[in-house]
Nanobody, 125 residues
Framework: QVQLVESGGGLVQAGGSLSVSCTDSGSTFSIYQMGWFRQAPGKERESVAAISRSGGSTSYADSVKGRFTISRDHAKKTVYLQMNSLKPEDTAVYYC??????????????????WGQGTQVTVSS
């Protein structure tokens, strides 16, 4: 069973940095590829980044490429999202998710089986 808990959200000024993390309290973290998604008020949930089971492959949305970095620590059963050069448009609730998809690294929402509760990230201008 996968139980994901995000932490680390908060308020930051534009241009600043913030890191969010997501820990799996279950025992099967290593068999899932992991993703970060976000949802701003009045908008649909969108993919931000994904990382393969091994951590050797990553994929990013164009809007965050070069600014955000996804990583994972198997020993801590945690996936991280380091966010730099933040912009007001990055303001959203950020969710982590786990996928058992076996056919390559994917960022589509429908591929993800388990979701955390979300953590708020607010970027002020």
């Amino acid at each position: 069973q996968v139980q994901l808990v995000e932490s680390g959200g908060g308020l930051v000024q534009a241009g600043g940095s913030l890191s969010v993390s997501c820990t799996d309290s279950g025992s099967t973290f290593s068999i899932y590829q992991m993703g970060w998604f976000r949802q701003a008020p009045g908008k649909e949930r969108e993919s931000v980044a994904a990382i393969s089971r091994s951590g050797g492959s990553t994929s990013y949305a164009d809007s965050v490429k070069g600014r955000f970095t996804i990583s994972r620590d198997h020993a801590k059963k945690t996936v991280y999202l380091q966010m730099n050069s933040l912009k007001p448009e990055d303001t959203a609730v950020y969710y982590c998710a786990a996928s058992s998809w076996d056919y390559g690294l994917g960022r589509e929402i429908g591929l993800y089986d388990y979701w955390g509760q979300g953590t708020q990230v607010t970027v002020s201008s």
